[in-house]
């Protein structure tokens, strides 16, 4: 069973994906790690965010380890990630991975849960579940804005509302794969509703849609 969760920046799709993964017991694919390790990989040895082929070599040659990287989260490489996943040739590069994370998913689990913004919509549009966690701009902003807080007390609010609002334009209206719900996505807007509110709407969607 494909559970596909998509939505945009700091909506909660991670701490739900996360949630429901351990709960059902299922493997977890956060697939913005994969931009981010291209998009960190590519600042650390480089590589222009305009080089299409090099961007392209790196997300071929993306290791396990990369995804481990301590510095994925941080505002640089969220910034540069947006630029790269814009890339169609990246993109293409990533989807035999997530593909066959869904399909076979590791551990020999039963399911596997992906977050991100295409899951439904390309990268397993065959998806039994899909659902589109969303929340206001402001909220987002103020959630990420906290969580940043907690790693540099300097973070500045408005700066990482700009931020957000470049890099949902850029997702949203990008060629390939823009960010947009699938037409069969239950939406979920948790601008109002704590973590444990939505995990259990979303719990109720997946045994819903779950095979006898
Ligand atoms: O979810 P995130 O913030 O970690 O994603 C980092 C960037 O990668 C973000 O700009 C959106 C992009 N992304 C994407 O285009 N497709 C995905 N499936 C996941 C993330």
Redesign the pocket.
């Known amino acids: 069973m494909i559970i596909a969760i ?1 939505g945009p ?1 700091a909506a909660g ?2 701490t739900l994906a996360r949630r429901l993964a351990a709960h059902l017991d299922f493997a977890y694919l ?7 390790a291209v998009a960190a990989r590519a600042l650390g040895e480089g590589v222009s965010l305009d080089d299409d082929q090099a961007l392209e070599a790196l997300a071929e040659a993306l290791r396990p380890a990369d995804l481990e990287r301590p510095d994925l989260r941080a505002p640089a490489v ?1 910034e540069a ?2 630029r ?3 890339l169609t040739p990246v ?1 293409q590069a990533l989807v035999d991975f ?1 593909r066959s994370f869904a399909d076979s998913p590791p551990g020999g689990k039963g399911g596997a849960v992906l ?5 439904g919509t390309v ?1 397993c549009p065959y998806a039994i579940c899909k659902l589109y966690i969303t929340a206001t701009r402001e909220v987002r902003a103020k959630r990420r804005w906290l969580e940043l807080r907690e790693r540099d007390p300097a973070a500045i609010y408005d700066r990482v509302f700009n931020d957000l609002v470049v ?1 949902d334009e ?2 949203e209206t ?1 060629k390939d ?1 823009p ?1 947009k719900p699938a037409a069969d996505a239950v939406i979920i807007d948790t601008s109002a509703l704590t973590a444990d509110a939505v995990f259990a709407q979303a719990l109720a969607i997946v045994e819903a849609a779950r095979p006898g």
């Open positions: 998509d920046a799709k991670g956060d697939s913005g790690l994969l931009y981010r969220s990630a947006s790269v996943a814009a993109r997530q977050d991100g913004r295409d899951i990268i890099r850029r997702d990008r794969a960010l």
